[in-house]
């Protein structure tokens, strides 16, 4: 059973629509994080939030945590190719500062 | 540049030959971690390391060992590797204990066949 569950597994979309990815668990964290993944490469940084309820913004892409600070969604806004990649979440434990991964959403935008 | 660096990238073994895998951080971090990445489960922790000497175990250490006698190096060791520990393994190190905000950087990736 993974920690932190990413939904959906996969998404297939056309270029120009809007997409929401979720992530959510039953533990508290102290932050958390999204990756993006390209084949062949590690997982790359893309946003840490640390405040429940916080929404940040990155161009097209928005984070939010939710309030509890136990799950957080990513919305993209007109979707294009480049986006294309697996997105992953990461929960921060309040103990150690230790990092566990959800499974991620595999995401494809279509031209 | 600032990179943590897996050795080998790729790697074909049979059942039951020792084998390390390596990988150093030039970033002075104090958190260094090993996951395994296989469909459907995304990336699992093995070990992960707050500092040199102190390591613990993940979601899934069962066949593994790690150590971290320097501050750079975590080397994830298989004494008896099995077929089952085929997968694409990624080392991440980080800053531990400052912030709330401690972003894990990842090597490359080793993709590893037990036949």
């Known amino acids: 059973t993974q920690l932190l569950e990413q939904s959906p597994q996969f998404l297939s979309i056309q270029e120009g629509e809007n997409l929401t990815v979720y992530c959510n668990s039953s533990s508290v964290f102290s932050s958390l994080q999204w990756y993006r993944q390209e084949p062949g490469e590690g997982p790359v940084l893309l946003v840490t939030?640390?405040?429940?309820?916080e929404v940040k913004k990155l161009k097209r892409l928005t984070f939010q945590f939710g309030d509890a600070r136990k799950d957080s969604s990513l919305h993209i806004t007109a979707a294009q190719p480049g986006d294309t990649g697996l997105y992953l979440c990461a929960g921060q434990s309040y103990n150690n500062n230790d990092m566990r991964f959800g499974a991620g959403t595999r995401l494809t935008v279509k031209p | 540049e600032a990179q943590v660096t897996q050795n080998p990238r790729y790697l074909i073994t049979v059942t039951g030959k020792k084998l390390t895998v390596t990988c150093s951080q030039n970033?002075?971090?104090?958190?260094m971690s090993w996951y395994r990445q296989d469909p459907g489960l995304g990336l699992r922790q093995i070990y992960y390391s707050m500092n040199v000497e102190v390591t613990d175990k993940g979601d899934v250490p069962e066949g593994y060992k790690v150590s971290r006698k320097e501050k750079r190096n975590f080397p994830l060791i298989l004494e008896s590797p099995s077929p089952n520990q085929t997968s694409l393994y990624f080392c991440?190190?980080?800053?531990?204990?400052?912030?709330?905000?401690?972003?894990?950087?990842f090597g490359q990736g080793t993709r590893l066949t037990v036949v």
């Open positions: 970033m002075n971090h104090e958190y």
């Open positions: 991440a190190s980080g800053r531990a204990r400052v912030s709330h905000n401690t972003e894990a950087f």
């Open positions: 939030v640390v405040t429940g309820g």
